[in-house]
């Protein structure tokens, strides 16, 4: 019995380790999805400005309260714009930008067949 | 007539993507920030600055007034340049000024309204820049111009002669 108590304790303390450094990979994660705003080509992270100090302080709150990635993203784009994310979402302005790889690779794709494929026959 | 299909195509595609592209060499590719006017302000809680007391915004807001809610910290220099039009704008009668004292220390706080005059109606606290961000500001200094709950105008920066008229202009 008193086994199985120590097992337990070991069980929570490690599931209680992992479940906070789980939470500290994903602070670290959108602050380096963040733009700096007020530096040159730094992402929040990388910065130690008073600016993205506070945003580090926030991002962890906003954690702490519940907050998924996705939401502190929609938070910080209301306040701050599009810019303030490195990794630009889906939208009306940059559809062109994310399918444009795909239309190159499928424009590829259909040289080699034509000039292989077909030619082989 | 099959051979002649693929590269028509492909010349089409290659004709747009270079319009696309070529026009996009124009576009500016300087960043202005977005002041966020006619917005909605946060809701938040702080501490005051000479009490301590937790106040709500509230509180603090009410319809049917002008506020100038202004960032500033007494390590910022450009805050002590335009602490003169601050104090020239607490004469306004129908504008209160509310202070957010951003990242600072109290003592050097105090030191500096006592210097340089204190021209806050109210003063609350920011030791760590949240509720700032809540507003959408970059640093200090920044003011915004709230009537109804909602920003009229926002600045970036501190306030000079041309920015103390136009605030004067629309709160007439």
């Known amino acids: ?121 | 007539m099959k051979i002649r299909i693929f590269p028509t195509i492909v010349f089409i595609l290659f004709v747009i993507i270079f319009i696309l592209f070529f026009k996009g060499l124009k576009n500016s590719n300087i960043y202005v920030p977005k002041a966020n006017i006619n917005k909605e302000i946060p809701s938040f809680k702080a501490k005051l600055f000479e009490s301590s007391e937790e106040i709500s915004s509230e509180e603090i807001f009410k319809e049917d007034k002008f506020y100038l809610m202004n960032i500033w910290s007494s390590w910022c220099v450009p805050c002590r340049e335009e602490h003169n039009f601050l104090e020239n704008l607490s004469t306004e009668k129908n504008l209160d000024l509310i202070g957010l004292n951003y990242k600072d220390d109290n003592e050097s706080a105090k030191n500096f309204l006592k210097k340089l005059g204190n021209p806050y109606d109210i003063i609350f606290l920011d030791p760590k820049g949240i509720i700032a961000i809540d507003w959408g500001a970059y640093g200090v200094p920044e003011t915004y111009l709230i009537k109804n709950n909602m920003i009229v105008k926002k600045i970036i920066g501190p306030l000079n002669k041309n920015l103390v008229l136009e605030i004067k202009e629309i709160i007439r």
């Open chain 1, 1 to 121: 019995m008193r086994y199985l108590r120590y097992i337990l304790l070991s069980f929570f303390l490690f599931n209680f380790n992992s479940s906070y450094a789980q939470q500290n990979d994903l602070e670290i994660k959108i602050t380096k999805n963040l733009r700096c705003l007020v530096c040159q080509g730094q992402s929040v992270y990388d910065s130690d400005t008073e600016f993205a100090n506070s945003l580090k302080i926030l991002v962890r709150k906003k954690l702490d309260e519940g907050l998924s990635e996705k939401q502190i993203y929609i938070y910080l784009k209301d306040r701050y714009g599009e810019w303030i994310l490195f990794d630009p979402e889906f939208g009306k302005n940059t559809y062109f930008l994310w399918l444009m790889p795909v239309l190159f690779f499928v424009i590829g794709g259909l040289v080699i067949f034509k000039l292989f494929i077909i030619r082989k026959n």
